[in-house]
């Protein structure tokens, strides 16, 4: 089995993609119709993927509503633990909300976490510590 597409299914298509473009997501459309209105994020890579339990995924993220079975939180590794809160002022600013600022993890990482204008989480992690 190979994974090749997160959806993320959005309210208001016209604020997402203006959302995510701010962000610096290269958005292109599924068909080469002008009425097509559907949109398809795309990374180029592989998309790893973690099980969490509620219990795990509540240590790092506590905030309210507390996740729960079927919460999603799509992690984004940055280039330098600099970029961190850059991007959350551009989430903050196209719409969306900062629910943890930075962090250090035990794991030698910083972490932060956003939503977007639906609700979706987004974690944000400095590159992990060199050994």
Known sequence: ????????????L???????????????PVSDSDEDTTAWLSDGGPVPVAL?????????DSSEPPVAPGSTTIDLTL???????ALLATAEQSGG???????????????????????????????PRQA
Not at 2 to 7: A, C, F, S, V
Request: net charge negative; proline share 5%; aromatic share 14%.
């Open 97 to 127: 909300t900062v629910i943890a600022a930075a962090r250090p993890m035990p794991w030698g990482q910083q972490y932060a976490i956003f939503a977007d204008p639906d609700g979706y989480r987004w974690g944000i992690k400095s590159p």
């Open 52 to 60: 969490h339990s509620t219990e795990f995924a509540a240590w790092w």
């Open 14 to 28: 016209a604020r997402s993609h203006a959302f995510y473009s701010a962000l610096g997501c290269e958005l292109r």
């Open 1 to 12: 089995m190979m994974i090749t597409e997160i959806n993320l299914i959005v309210e208001d």
């Open 79 to 85: 280039d330098s633990a600099g970029e961190i809160d």
